[in-house]
């Protein structure tokens, strides 16, 4: 009974810490792109992201019997509270680190390294590496690489249909309380070298930094706003990303609990979406500032190009039960818009790179860890 009840509260916390790191993934370019502020945006994020937790019932069970073990370890200790409570506790306390550090680093690959030290430990030579393989290693190294590739075509082909629209983007200066006036519009005096508001504006300038500049589309498509059009399918597409890492990431967490025979698949759905939930709304700020500030910028457009793109392959993975990582591809994604537009960080890439490469070994160690621990309390 006690070590059931460790497990369950054991996976809360791998829940919570899921959330902590990767609620706000969802929605980051519209912070990042200041379509949104932080409390909006990780308002969005919380919300649909525990709807796909509550979705993913009926649409992601082959994650779960993926994440339970089977097929790795011998069924018998895939079933074993011991061997689940390990891996939740390798996974949960590797995750948590990197939050603390402000590193978005993946969940999934923090199970998956708990699942290989847990099961090595426990079977040895048992232990099904083929199936760790193709299973796992194979969609995690191929969703960045996807993402990145998919997404710098799909921005110019996005770039092309705006052109052939007559949509076009223009810099603008923030005048009076709530005015926009594009910079085409200003005056220069060539001899003072200076820029001056059109006569009839009567109101005061402001002048910021290049980041501080708002960038604002011009132009209609089918009688609609192309701004309002680009905002509202960037706020949409945001909630479509947040709702398939919820659909994808609760499955993985949920197979811990197969071993609690007392708990029903549908009350652990709701028990880790909340929990996802919490951990979002708490601790998600110092990954938010890494993902939507400091891997590159983004103007509106580049950032609904990255999450479209997120989007399609994040749920095709829930939909197939391939465990490919959020993370991964969110970052992959904007990433690819770094390099379109030439703002990719590569110090901050580098760093990101480098928190994934140790997110297995170090989730490994803390499975194999917990799992000697326990052998001294039968």
């Known amino acids: 009974m006690l070590i059931t009840a460790a497990l369950f509260l054991t996976t809360l916390f791998v829940a919570y810490a899921n959330g902590a790191n990767d609620n706000f993934k969802g929605v980051a370019t519209l912070y990042g792109s200041d379509t949104a502020t932080y409390k909006s945006a990780i308002g969005l994020a919380t919300v649909t992201t525990f709807a796909g937790s509550l979705c993913s019932v009926y649409f992601a069970a082959a994650l779960v019997q993926a994440f339970s073990g089977n097929g790795l370890v011998p069924a018998a200790i895939a079933a074993s509270p011991d061997f689940l409570l390990a891996v939740a506790a390798g996974a949960g306390a590797t995750v948590l680190l990197a939050t603390l550090l402000g590193l978005p680093v993946s969940t999934t690959h923090a199970l998956t390294g708990a699942l290989t030290g847990t099961g090595l430990l426990a079977v040895g030579t048992q232990f099904n590496f083929a199936h760790l393989g193709s299973g796992f290693f194979a969609p995690l190294l191929l969703g960045p690489v996807l993402a990145v590739l998919l997404t710098i075509p799909f921005y110019g082909t996005l770039r092309a249909l705006a052109r052939r629209f007559e949509i076009r983007r223009e810099s603008c200066i923030?005048?009076?309380?709530?005015?926009?006036?594009?910079?085409r519009q200003l005056q220069y005096h060539a001899a003072v070298r200076q820029f001056t508001l059109p006569a009839a504006a009567n109101v005061g300038i402001a002048v910021g930094t290049r980041e501080d500049c708002v960038e604002k589309y011009q132009g209609r498509l089918l009688g609609v706003s192309?701004?309002?059009?680009?905002?509202?399918?960037?706020?949409?597409?945001?909630?479509?990303v947040s709702f398939a890492r919820g659909l994808n990431d609760t499955p993985k967490i949920v197979a811990l609990l197969l071993a609690v025979q007392a708990l029903n698949v549908e009350f652990g759905m709701l028990a880790i979406g909340t929990a996802m939930a919490t951990g979002g709304l708490l601790n998600a700020r110092k990954v938010a500032i890494t993902m939507s500030k400091r891997i590159s910028r983004m103007n509106e457009g580049q950032a609904l190009a990255a999450n479209m793109v997120t989007g399609l392959l994040v749920i095709l993975a829930s939909r197939f039960g391939l465990p490919v990582s959020t993370t991964h591809v969110s970052v992959g994604a904007i990433s690819g818009i770094g390099l379109v537009n030439g703002s990719a960080r590569k110090g901050v890439i580098g760093a990101i790179l480098a928190s994934w490469l140790l997110t297995l070994p170090v989730a490994a160690l803390g499975g194999?860890?917990?799992?000697?621990?326990?052998?001294f309390f039968p």
């Open 368 to 375: 194999a860890t917990t799992y000697v621990l326990l052998r």
């Open 226 to 240: 192309a701004q309002w059009m680009v905002n509202s399918l960037h706020y949409l597409s945001a909630g479509i």
């Open 174 to 183: 923030c005048v009076g309380a709530k005015e926009f006036i594009p910079v």
